[in-house]
């Protein structure tokens, strides 16, 4: 298992020109014990929401050392022209700068800069990921230029410099583009998944360059990159991070991280008897997940897997003018998951159920001439729900396997579903579930009272 960099000798800045793919070595591996202890997360704090904390920026990225950093791995001149705007937001843990070589003529590029919430494991992942999905794969996504996956540099965060691509993101594009151009997207991205579905593996994680590789592949399985690992005290817990060799171990895994937390909320001195009760509340109901997951996931059970992107959705997909797609973005975190988890509908396609257009009479625009956010609501649920058999025959065409293990995953996904919306929100729903499947079959699915 890899693990973070103590020093600035055990990992280099490294670029790699067009022919040329040398990237970060990874460190030599560490007991879990050794690593939690080390964990650099400089620049990052967690602050208290609703339900989880938010990760937030202790300071801005300097535009000043990005600059720096592009000058040096573009090879620019001291006397040409670089210059660095902030362009966005990307997701809870990035920040987007455009690079701006030359004046804007010719190649512009991205500066993707992290938090350290997985300090080394998010960004090494994320660049063997982008690196295996342009090799081996027809989906467009922009191409590396260099990268740091330590956040001991002059930048002090983990930072990825990448080709900047042509087109908008859907969101911007999707309420102008006609219905046949949403057809012909959906079947494009429906090939996207089908084509990951035939690239299978056995093992649940992330991938990562082979050190001893001279060559940028082949790509090993190892520590998972996800959500419910790394989440605010999570990434300091003393539990199997991968890789995973079935579906029970991984999600025993996320089960003793609720348990964790939930039993933590029982004995912290600040808690009130409202989160006293949902603690215990939530542990009763791991309890009952634990006690039901040899059933439906039998321990020692060969798993197929691939690659999924779980945030498919307007926002990580880049369009021309035609409504064609040029790019996928929003590579971090994508592992390999069992194929009942990934058979799924992409997150574009999620949404409620509606057989109408929105209510007749609807103004697009109210009185101050702002957008009616209703109205486009219920226009985005009626044309998903049109364009989800579209993106389902598609997939049976290309891929009628992807198909059939969707259809028969049903119990595997709501199982997860209980796991992931294990909170404040859901805790009832949850019991309901479980409640009715102990009398039999429950007759409903859990999925999508939460999706």
Known sequence: MPSPPHDGTARKQIGFAPGQQVLNQAPPPQSLETRSTMINQDGLEWKDAVLDPDPTWVREPSTEVIESLARRHLSLAPADRCDVVFHAEDGSFHKLFRVIPGGGVGTGYIMRVALPVDPHFLTSSEVATMEYIRSCTTIPIPRIVAYDSSNRNALGFEWILMESVHGTRLEERWTELPMATKERLVRQLARF???LFTK??????????DPSSPTPSPYPISRIVQRDFLWGQNIHQLVPRGPFKDSHTWLSARLALLRIEHERGLETPDSDDGDRKFAAHALSI????????????PPDQPECTFLFHDDLGMDNILVDEDGVITAVLGWACVSLLPDWRACKMPNLLRGYERGEPPTPGMRLYTDYGTINQLYWEEMMDYETTLLRPTFLNEMQRVCPEWVN???????????????TFLNEFGVERIDAWLDCFANGNPGW???PKFH
Do not use: H, W
């Not at 259809?407 to 796991?419: G, I, K, Q």
């Open 193 to 195: 998944q089908a084509e």
């Open 445 to 447: 699915s859990l999925g």
């Open 405 to 419: 293990v969707m259809r028969r995953s049903e119990l595997r996904r709501d199982f997860e579903t209980a796991v």
């Open 200 to 209: 299978q593996r056995n093992q649940i994680g992330n991938l990562y360059r």
């Open 286 to 297: 791991i309890q009952r997940l634990l006690k039901l997951l040899p059933s439906v996931f």
